[in-house]
């Protein structure tokens, strides 16, 4: 695996044969789908970094600006001695503007189920802040995990969740998400999550059907990795990538559409599409600073502060546990 940040979707180092019967239960569902954290094979986190540099794709620039301007507010929120635990880690680089903003932080602990990304972040990290421990934790963070000794035994503990990958969650899954990581973290705890925000529709469609296609290509390397992993045969000119806001339901829904009636085979199943008829490969919600706040109100979450750009495109959004 290439060392890109991957600071999305928890699963990635799944084997093969979940990856076939995820696919499979996918493809024989009616609509098809396939679950979105197949995006990231090597090509895919490669391919995601170029889209978090698009001029159309607005929520890393607009969420690294949000950290630059108020990371001293936000470092207020850590008490001296904290252990600031960050939620599906990668390369950490959001994380360093906060360190660098809370020097009597105790420990960083970086979370991914990518421990090899992780432990190399962690060697460049205990270079840059030589005063800080750095305790990385291989884990998939939907599920529960044990945080090391010392973040544990910390006076309290900072969950960090940026990126808007809660986005990637169905609601339901977002609530569990929250919940775990409240049980994770512990009472008196607090959490900064970074969230896209409900917007125009034209600039939400945009970054995601950038002019360059690297948005599509993105989506269709999900194909590709299909006829890789699992012996498929889908014929890339075959489909094509869609990308459109459902205002109803605050999301982006990404889908790759088949072009013609065709047959394509995976795992040696045949799977029938008719023309036109598409796979629902992500969603990507948006939401109100408010509506995330009901959200992790309703799993115990206090809303405490929250700070956007000067366009409102994106939001940090911190909670706290009563103690
Ligand atoms: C990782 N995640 C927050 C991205 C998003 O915007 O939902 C994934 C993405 N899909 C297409 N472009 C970016």
């Known amino acids: 695996m290439v060392?890109?940040?991957?600071?999305?979707?928890?699963?990635?180092?799944?084997?093969?044969?979940?990856?076939?019967?995820?696919?499979l239960e996918?493809?024989?569902?009616?609509?098809?789908y396939v679950p979105a954290k197949y995006f990231y094979d090597a090509l895919g986190s490669h391919l995601f970094e170029r889209i978090t540099e698009l001029a159309e794709y607005y929520p890393t620039r607009c969420e690294m600006r949000i950290l630059r301007r108020h990371a001293t507010e936000i470092a207020e929120l850590v008490p001296p001695g904290a252990a600031l635990v960050e939620f599906g880690s990668g390369s950490s680089?959001?994380?360093?503007?906060?360190?660098?903003?809370?020097?009597?932080?105790?420990?960083?602990?970086?979370?991914?189920i990518c421990g090899e990304?992780?432990?190399?972040?962690?060697?460049?990290?205990?270079?840059?802040?030589?005063?800080?421990?750095?305790?990385p934790v291989t884990a998939d963070i939907c599920k529960p995990f044990k945080l090391p000794e010392e973040a544990q035994s910390?006076?309290?503990?900072?969950?960090?969740?940026?990126?808007?990958?809660?986005?990637?969650?169905?609601?339901?899954?977002?609530?569990?998400?929250?919940?775990?990581?409240a049980n994770i973290l512990g009472s008196g705890a607090s959490l900064i999550v970074g969230v896209d925000l409900i917007k125009s529709i034209d600039v939400l469609n945009a970054a995601y059907n950038d002019s360059e296609g690297v948005t599509?290509?993105?989506?269709?390397?999900l194909l590709t990795r299909i006829n890789r992993e699992l012996g498929g045969t889908f014929r890339l000119d075959t489909f094509e990538h869609h990308a459109f806001y459902n205002r109803e339901r605050h999301r982006i829904e990404m889908h790759l559409a088949s072009l013609k009636r065709q047959k394509v085979k995976v795992a040696g199943e045949t799977i029938d599409f008719r023309a036109g008829e598409t796979i629902h490969t992500e969603n990507s919600y948006k939401y109100s600073v408010e509506s995330l706040a009901a959200?992790?109100?309703?799993?115990?979450?206090?809303?405490?502060?929250?700070?956007?750009d000067s366009r409102k495109y994106f939001s940090i959004q911190t909670f706290t546990l009563a103690g």
């Open 26 to 32: 996918g493809l024989r569902a009616s609509p098809k």
């Open 154 to 181: 910390a006076p309290s503990r900072i969950g960090f969740f940026p990126g808007s990958t809660i986005g990637n969650f169905e609601p339901h899954e977002a609530a569990a998400f929250l919940r775990n990581a």
């Open 117 to 135: 990304m992780i432990e190399q972040e962690s060697t460049e990290l205990r270079r840059d802040f030589p005063q800080l421990t750095v305790l």
């Open 3 to 23: 060392a890109v940040a991957r600071k999305h979707l928890p699963l990635q180092n799944t084997d093969v044969s979940e990856f076939e019967t995820d696919v």
């Open 216 to 221: 599509a290509q993105f989506n269709l390397n």
């Open 93 to 112: 680089k959001k994380a360093r503007i906060l360190l660098r903003a809370m020097p009597k932080l105790a420990a960083y602990v970086p979370v991914d």
């Open 295 to 308: 959200l992790a109100r309703g799993v115990g979450w206090l809303p405490s502060r929250a700070w956007t």
